[in-house]
């Protein structure tokens, strides 16, 4: 898989993550959701929170025994070499009018780390 495809593959996760929650009546992504590849297979479930106004989100669940078992190899800052499971893949995203933003996300596949921005 390339880095496009799997960057792909996250922004297709996230936007089904806020969709599920827009069609739930949610107003906020708080909770725990399943993620969805970009060929719209699921592949686990990762768990978004908030601390001090901030939102993080972590893989709390994997459906590839493989990948279940795996760590972060291919990642350059503190999570190099974390396990895969609880792994932190989002950080900083704080409310700015009606959408997230300012935060980053991680693709523990690449390594890759993105801007973010989401909104319900």
């Known amino acids: 898989m ?4 799997s960057m792909r593959s996250i922004v297709i996760a996230a936007f089904f993550l806020l969709a599920a929650s ?3 009546a949610v107003e906020t992504p708080i ?12 592949t686990g479930e990762v768990e978004i929170w908030e601390h001090n ?11 590839d025994p493989v990948k279940r ?3 972060c190899f291919k990642c350059t800052d503190d999570r190099k070499d974390q396990p895969a499971l ?6 900083g995203m704080k409310m700015d009018g009606g959408r997230w933003d300012g935060g980053t996300i991680l693709d523990p596949e690449t390594g890759g780390i993105y801007d973010a921005s989401m909104r319900l």
């Open 53 to 63: 106004g901030l939102l993080y989100g972590r893989i709390v669940g994997i459906d």
């Open 22 to 24: 827009a069609l739930a």
């Open 31 to 42: 909770g725990t959701w399943r993620t969805i590849n970009d060929v719209g297979q699921p």
């Open 69 to 71: 078992a795996g760590v």
């Open 86 to 91: 609880g792994l932190q893949i989002m950080r």
């Open 2 to 5: 390339t880095a496009i495809q």
